[in-house]
């Protein structure tokens, strides 16, 4: 059988005057959906949502913002600004995770990564047709992030350093639908 799709949903956000900060840290590239990496929820924006918001449609840290205000959002400068206003729809898209197994077996993995200082994840953009990856047959996209390297999450600086120095590499992929 087909695996179901992941949620999608729409949520109403309303700041409030005094709001520190909406409650979300986001991490975005050319290559990928906006990825929120956080979730904050006491006295922001975000926090109320969830607050009133039935379980399957709280905003939680790896779910992606695919569209604002009905339109599609790629661009995060753009929803950055949009997210100022005092009230603003966001859909939001639960991830598609997966763990897939491969070996450096003594070549260049062939797979492009951008990550964002103090961020955590490491977004893939570029898969070359003569690396590892291609080589091992794993299922890795553009667009893909990967969460965790050999079990461990954290810091996209962690994650990197433990690609670059392991030949054997369990990732953990969180693919936008």
């Known amino acids: 059988a087909p695996e179901p799709a992941p ?4 949520a109403s956000i309303r ?3 005094g709001d520190a900060a909406l409650g ?6 050319e290559a990928s959906r906006i990825f929120i990496a956080g979730v904050d929820c006491a006295g922001t924006a975000v926090g109320r949502y969830n607050e009133a ?15 604002i205000m009905g339109s599609e959002a790629r661009h995060l400068p753009s929803v ?7 009230a603003f729809e966001l859909t939001i898209q639960r ?5 897939i197994v491969m070996e450096a077996r ?5 797979i492009s990564l951008q990550f964002h200082p103090g961020g955590t994840s490491l977004a893939v953009t570029h898969v070359d047709d003569r690396g590892s990856a291609k080589a091992c047959g794993v299922d890795i996209l553009p667009g893909d992030r990967i969460v965790a390297v050999n ?11 433990e690609v670059k120095t392991s030949q054997a590499l369990e990732l953990t992929l969180s693919r936008c639908g």
């Not at 949620?7 to 729409?10: E, G």
């Open 7 to 10: 949620c999608r949903f729409v």
């Open 15 to 17: 700041r409030e005057p």
């Open 24 to 29: 979300m840290r986001l991490e975005a590239n």
């Open 53 to 67: 918001a039935p379980a399957v449609h709280r905003i939680r840290a790896g779910d992606y913002i695919v569209g």
């Open 80 to 86: 950055t600004r949009i997210m100022e206003s005092a």
């Open 95 to 99: 991830p598609r995770v997966s763990t």
């Open 106 to 110: 003594g070549s260049a993995l062939g």
């Open 151 to 161: 079990g461990v999450r954290g810091a996209s600086a962690e994650l990197l350093a």
